[in-house]
């Protein structure tokens, strides 16, 4: 192995942009990391190289462990975006700078530079000043100064990004070209997946410092295991169906669960990928026995030639129970969308459907992602709201079948130090700072999972001041919901700061309940009340509850707010309807003053197992934090709150 | 008709502005060299050969030239730290090295008399070891370095301000240490930068009056910069003596001034 990488982390302040990233890259390998902007993908290359110190994890080369060396002892050759091409030198300087430094004779410098720029094919511009040359060869003399003196690993940072897109293609061959020829170990950053998917031997994607999913570009297109990477990777639609009797149930039709997938429970929720390419598309339905499944009747809403291809949007219709991921579906109408691509033959292009024509949509394959379910963050205290968080968690955890981590925190030698401290700002936190848990007691808990101990669980013991390490656990972990009890102050501490630094929805918890079979979504009209809509519809579909969606506000005078209101709540039914969750709505004008008071008279009258909150609408900019508004609530009730945050 | 009223809404400003500027600028200039020159060349070459009057623009060459080396070098040096390093206190650092600009002169002498003179905070130590620094050619020397410091900062900051750190980095990742980057990668990208700096520290030099004024004590053949005698002599009612010496400093200015402007066109022309 030419460089590991082992759990590496890298933090801006208080936020962590790189979280434990472990890698093997194998020599003369063209590895390639690809994700969104601010995903943290340059930030490892620069780890790798040495310009930005790690928080944790080590860095190894060739089996030297490199992680505390600076970056000139590591023998990296690095090209970045802007070239930084050293203007005052010639081109030849530039690429004998690195041998200049290593006290290389002239005469083998010269050489040396000389055989790198005939390589990147600038040969004979040795003298020139790089103002005189232009952008693509500009990173090509970048390109050859990396390579001059040997690099360990070529590590190119958006080497193309600045470049024309013609320029941009023949410097890609370029390079694929070199590193095959000299068969050097490069790692390459790019948001481009054309670029990784052209370049590249394995890709790894990144997602908000997390390393989602490592494979060759075949397998990542064709068998991603998790939807980040589906739908990143190549335009992909992904539907969630359910398992029924060895079967894949959408909506009404039933498709054979291939004997490869990874292995679902019964009427567990199962995610589908099919490739537009897949997609069967004509005015009349797959004849039988030609291997392709029928999903149904569709209809065209959007339709772009580009001559050698058609691309297809189909609005599918009276789906239930199937939950659209990508394309992103429509709020509130009973349809999803599915993307379809057709390869343009001359019988095809001048026959091509337009808009609003009607036509046959099947599958000539699709691919099971691996099980997801909600990844649900319990942390346990050895109190009675610690513990009714355990129970009533466990209860909702094993219900969304994902994976479930049970968080104790021991209390060290040094946080028992600085104790006094701790307990001075843990003021107001749900889990008093003195509560020690060790690994037994959380086995324990454990013990006593409803169905017994699950795989999907795992124990994790933190040692520290409790109210940090919770925070901490919650911002490393990738959590889709974080369980905490809490005491008499409502949100609390660590609650408000899990929301707003991580955007996690929380659950508080202060008593349990013995079942999840009725919910309150209490919602707001704009995008914020479309949130809780979908986070709470996507908890019912799980714990098959019943919901109730919940519309407080102040008396709408006009008719326009009345029908606004109106609006959102028949779209709030048709996002539950088609999530295949039994739903019912009620709308209640109220003073400002008694928005609460409402919500909880509304809770403690329907018996509800769950109350689902999120932001409410801006009645007082300013004044009333969200986060307030939620912890009135909290405070006033002993159902269990489940708060959704801005930006979910 | 169209055009022509435009091409003569375009001339007027300009016009209108040349007439203003004539009497603020352009005449004052004009009007050293007419009266340098009334007694024709000879008596002009006479004046500043007198001894007052050429030792009086040596040693303001001579300071200028000091001020420059150790501006230059401790403002290069400053601009670096300031550009380059994260510390606590780099904000308040860096309104303090730009304070001089902003501090009246005079008053800049008189708080360098309130330390190094003889009864100052420092000078009262030093003054009986026989070091007096005030109302000596050091004394001169150390008011200008103060009057200029911000010059040479100002000069080379914002182009290390805009270098990108990936040139930096690009040398590290190579094998260059931080001498090494500073020396061959960002030294050379500071030329530019570096001369403009210098060539206003040491124009701004030769012209500093008021708080050599206060520090130098104005002893002929010992202290008295050009601006100072100048002074000095008109004063005394040698107007032309005056004149003359003024006439040399203005020819001074005047060719560092072009000089300035090239270095500038040539930057804009290389493209930074």
Redesign the interface.
């Known amino acids: 192995m030419s460089i590991i990488l082992k759990d590496l982390t890298a933090r801006y302040g208080d936020t962590i942009v790189v979280n434990q990233v472990s890698l093997d890259i194998a020599d003369g390998e063209l590895f390639v990391l690809l994700g969104g902007s601010g995903s943290g993908k340059s930030t490892i290359l620069r780890m790798i190289?040495?310009?930005t110190p790690p928080a944790g994890g080590s860095v190894e080369i060739n089996g030297r462990d490199v992680t505390h060396l600076?970056?000139?002892a590591?023998?990296?050759?690095?090209v970045?975006?802007?070239y930084?091409v050293?203007?005052?030198?010639t081109v030849a300087d530039n690429v004998e700078?690195?041998l200049r430094?290593?006290r290389v004779p002239p005469a083998e410098r010269h050489q040396r530079s000389t055989e790198l720029l005939d390589l990147v094919g600038l040969g004979g511009l040795g003298a020139r000043f790089p103002?005189q040359l232009s952008g693509g060869q500009q990173q090509r003399v970048?390109l050859a100064?990396?390579l001059a003196?040997e690099p360990t690993v070529l590590?190119l940072d958006e080497p193309f990004s600045a470049l024309d897109v013609k320029i941009r293609a023949q410097l890609r061959q370029s390079l694929k070209d070199i590193q095959r020829q000299l068969k050097v170990t490069a790692i390459l950053v790019t948001h481009d997946q054309e670029e990784a998917f052209e370049l590249a031997d394995r890709i790894a994607v990144i997602e908000r410092g997390y390393l989602m999913e490592v494979n060759t570009p075949e397998l990542l297109y064709h068998e991603p295991r998790t939807e980040f990477a589906a739908t990143f990777v190549g335009g992909g639609n992904v539907v969630v169906g359910r398992v029924a009797q060895g079967q894949i149930k959408l909506g009404d039709v039933r498709l054979p669960l291939p004997p490869d997938a990874p292995p679902h429970d019964e009427d567990a929720p199962i995610r589908l990928l099919f490739r537009p390419e897949t997609v069967y598309v004509s005015a009349t339905p797959p004849a039988e026995g030609s291997g392709i499944h029928t999903l149904g009747e569709a209809r065209v809403c959007e339709e772009m030639f580009s001559g050698s291809q058609q691309r297809l949007r189909l609005e599918m219709r009276g789906f239930q129970d199937v939950r659209p991921l990508s394309p992103p579906p429509p709020y509130g109408r009973r349809i999803f969308h599915i993307d379809a691509l057709q390869v343009s033959d001359r019988a095809v292009a001048l026959n091509r459907p337009q808009p609003g024509d009607r036509v046959w949509v099947g599958l000539r394959g699709y691919h099971v992602l691996n099980p997801g379910g909600l990844k649900v963050l319990i942390a346990y205290a050895d109190t009675p709201s610690g513990q009714a968080a355990a129970t009533f968690g466990a209860l909702l955890a094993s219900a969304a079948g994902g994976l479930t981590a049970l968080l104790g925190v021991t209390e060290g030698a040094q946080s028992a130090a600085r104790s006094p401290l701790a307990e001075l700002f843990s003021r107001g936190a749900e889990t008093p700072a003195s509560q020690s848990v060790t690994r037994e007691t959380l086995e324990a808990v454990a013990r006593r999972w409803p169905g017994g101990p699950s795989p999907r669980l795992t124990l994790k013991v933190r040692e520290g001041a409790v109210a940090a390490e919770v925070l901490a656990e919650a911002q490393e972990g990738d959590y889709e919901l974080v369980v905490l009890g809490r005491g008499q102050n409502g949100l609390g501490r660590v609650a408000r700061q899990i929301l707003e630094r991580t955007e996690t929805p929380v659950l508080l918890v202060r008593e349990p309940r013995p079942q999840i079979a009725r919910m309150l979504i209490c919602t707001a009209v704009g995008e914020p009340g479309k949130t809780d809509v979908r986070f709470g519809g996507r908890v019912a579909r799980r714990t098959r509850a019943t919901v109730t969606v919940y519309h407080v506000a102040p008396p709408a005078s006009a008719p326009w707010q009345r029908a606004r209101i109106t609006q959102h709540m028949a779209e709030a039914q048709a996002v539950l309807d088609a999530l295949g969750v039994p739903a019912a709505t009620k709308s209640e004008p109220h003073e400002p003053g008694n928005l609460v008071a409402a919500i909880i008279a509304e809770a403690e009258a329907g018996d509800y197992d769950l109350l689902v909150i999120g932001a409410p609408a801006q009645q007082h900019p300013g004044r009333l934090r969200w986060t307030d508004f939620a912890s009135e609530i909290v405070r006033h009730t002993d159902v269990p709150v489940l708060v959704a945050p801005m930006m979910a | 008709m169209k055009t022509r009223s435009r091409s003569q809404a375009t001339i007027l400003p300009p016009l209108l502005l040349v007439l203003a500027l004539t009497p603020l600028l352009l005449m004052p200039l004009g009007a050293i060299f007419v009266f340098a020159g009334r007694g024709g060349l000879r008596s002009l070459l006479y004046t500043l050969s007198q001894p007052d009057a050429q030792f009086a623009l040596r040693f303001s060459l001579l300071v200028a030239f000091g001020t420059a080396l150790v501006n230059g070098v401790l403002g290069t040096f400053a601009a670096y730290v300031i550009s380059k390093y994260r510390f606590r206190g780099r904000n308040t650092l860096n309104v303090v090295v730009n304070l001089p600009v902003a501090i009246p002169t005079v008053v800049v002498g008189t708080s360098l008399l309130l330390l190094w003179g003889p009864i100052g905070l420092l000078g009262q130590f030093l003054t009986p070891l026989g070091i007096q620094p005030m109302f000596a050619p050091a004394g001169v020397l150390l008011a200008h370095i103060f009057v200029t410091f911000p010059y040479m900062l100002g000069a080379v900051k914002p182009v290390l301000d805009e270098l990108e750190t990936t040139y930096e980095e690009a040398a590290y990742t190579i094998g260059a240490n931080r001498w090494q980057t500073f020396r061959y990668v960002i030294l050379p990208a500071l030329r530019g930068g570096m001369f403009s700096g210098l060539l206003l520290t040491f124009a701004h030099s030769l012209g500093e009056f008021g708080a050599t004024v206060m520090v130098s004590g104005n002893l002929r053949l010992r202290t008295q910069t050009a601006p100072l005698y100048i002074f000095a002599q008109f004063e005394a009612g040698n107007i032309e003596t005056a004149n003359a010496v003024a006439a040399v400093l203005a020819l001074v200015s005047f060719v560092i001034f072009m000089l300035l402007q090239q270095v500038t066109q040539q930057r804009d022309r290389g493209g930074r």
């Open positions: 190289a040495g310009l600076p970056p000139q590591r023998g990296t050759g690095v970045f975006q802007n930084s050293f203007r005052h030198m700078f690195g430094i290593r103002d970048a100064r990396a003196y590590l």
